[in-house]
């Protein structure tokens, strides 16, 4: 009825020699009671069980920090001399993190509930400073900071048969909630000793510098939060203001970005179906996220060049209604749209999509069509069928980049997404 687990690892990582650790250790604790077994409960509870976790992982920072080489440049073909001060001081990066779970079945097994809560901190994170050339450097590393994630994972299902016929559905719920509690402000740089004023950390524009969405991470913000700079010229009212004579517009550029949203997820849903009769099996998986911003540079460049959808219905239209009279379907996208990406502002879209995720069906053949001694299983799948929802001009689950979680939902001339269809066969003996 009691169950507890440790766990302990060290790691001997090549990346950190030349510093003070030769290794790193962390632990991890769990401890779970099954409640059935411990005391008698109500009679429609088939199963219970409560579990808590408390686990430390830790990793490297990235090589050749504590013994910086020559630096290759790519472009030039030439080496130079290294531009990060040496830092033999240097910790491994650690998250630590508490869960509490649980888990339940009723009505004889009809109905099970599993709930998760869980929050983790990150700290140890490498930040690069300014020197003073004199030190014959250009950047210095530090270790501080502090990320949080908090959130939950529901999972809620249902499984009966009446006579021939089962019904299997699933429907699960995730919310995760970021919040950067600390950049580097407070820390001590390792060259000066003066104390470090970081209030905010720029980590990567969204497409063309200047014109695409911006990255920013703000002490009480997030890891996704999105800014912008520019925005079109307006009035004293407020309203986009239209050259009376020549009927263009402009876009002003501000040295304060700013907010527009997150490219995170509110939350995510999922509720799978299957169904079976007698061999057949139907197979149904609707998927949902919610919230969040996604950014097309495409459709920037497509308005631009008048070679998009939403351009060639402005010019049927007559221009674009703005100020309770039209402009020119033209001046308007040539000011809101550029050739190597759209104004981040005009091309954010809500990231918010239903799909049918996956559909699935499946017919057991007859046994004794085989003398009894296979079982013989054929059918199809088709995965990403149908968007049944969606505002974005792409699939906004696709990415920009594998190597950055600060290049998703984004859309740069990319492959669409794919619809998948295949067969399956399987032969058991």
Not at 144 to 168: M, P, R, Y
Request: charged content about 15%; aromatic content about 14%.
């Amino acid at each position: 009825m009691l169950y507890l687990t440790l766990t302990g690892r060290n790691d001997w990582d090549s990346k950190l020699a030349f510093s003070d650790n030769s290794s790193f250790f962390y632990p991890s604790v769990g401890l779970s009671a099954v409640l059935t077994e411990m005391f008698t409960l109500p009679e429609f509870v088939s199963f219970a069980k409560v579990r808590g976790s408390y686990t430390m992982v830790a990793s490297s920072f990235e090589r050749f920090l504590t013994n910086p080489g020559f630096e290759y440049n790519s472009q030039t073909h030439n080496w130079s001399n290294p531009t990060v001060y040496p830092a033999n001081n240097l910790k491994p990066e650690k998250t630590t993190s508490w869960e509490l779970g649980l888990n339940t079945k009723l009505w004889n097994n009809r109905i099970n509930l599993d709930v998760t809560f869980y929050q983790s901190n990150t700290k140890n994170q490498t930040f690069r400073v300014d020197i003073p050339s004199t030190s014959g450097y250009s950047k210095a590393i530090v270790q501080t900071g502090n990320v949080l994630n908090k959130g939950i994972e529901l999972a809620l299902g249902f499984d009966n048969s009446w006579g021939d016929f089962n019904w299997n559905t699933n429907f699960t719920y995730t919310l995760n909630k970021n919040i950067v509690k600390r950049l580097a402000s407070g820390a001590t740089n390792p060259v000066t000793g003066e104390p470090i004023k970081m209030d905010n950390l720029k980590v990567g524009w969204l497409g063309k510098e200047n014109v695409a969405p911006q990255v920013i991470l703000t002490e009480g913000g997030t890891m996704t939060d999105i800014y912008t700079y520019n925005h079109v010229k307006t009035d004293n009212n407020g309203n986009p203001f239209v050259d009376s004579q020549t009927g263009n517009m402009s876009i002003e550029t501000s040295e304060t970005p700013t907010k527009m949203g997150s490219l995170a997820p509110k939350y995510n849903l999922g509720w799978s179906n299957n169904f079976s009769y007698k061999g057949l099996n139907l197979g149904v998986v609707i998927s949902a996220r919610v919230g969040g911003l996604a950014y097309s540079a495409t459709q920037g460049i497509l308005d631009y060049y008048g070679a998009s959808k939403v351009t060639a219905e402005a010019r049927d239209d007559g221009g674009v209604w703005i100020n309770n009279g039209q402009v020119d379907a033209q001046k308007y996208y040539q000011t809101i749209g550029t050739g190597e990406g759209g104004y981040g502002r005009y091309y954010l879209y809500k990231a918010t999509n239903v799909r049918l995720q996956e559909l699935s069906l499946n017919y057991t053949l007859p046994k004794k069509w085989f003398n009894n001694i296979a079982s013989v299983t054929a059918g199809i799948v088709g995965r990403n069928l149908w968007m049944i929802y969606n505002k974005a001009p792409f699939d906004p689950e696709l990415s920009a980049s594998t190597s950055s979680n600060y290049y998703m939902n984004v859309d740069y001339f990319m492959q669409p997404s794919m619809r998948n269809i295949g067969f399956n066969l399987k032969v058991q003996f």
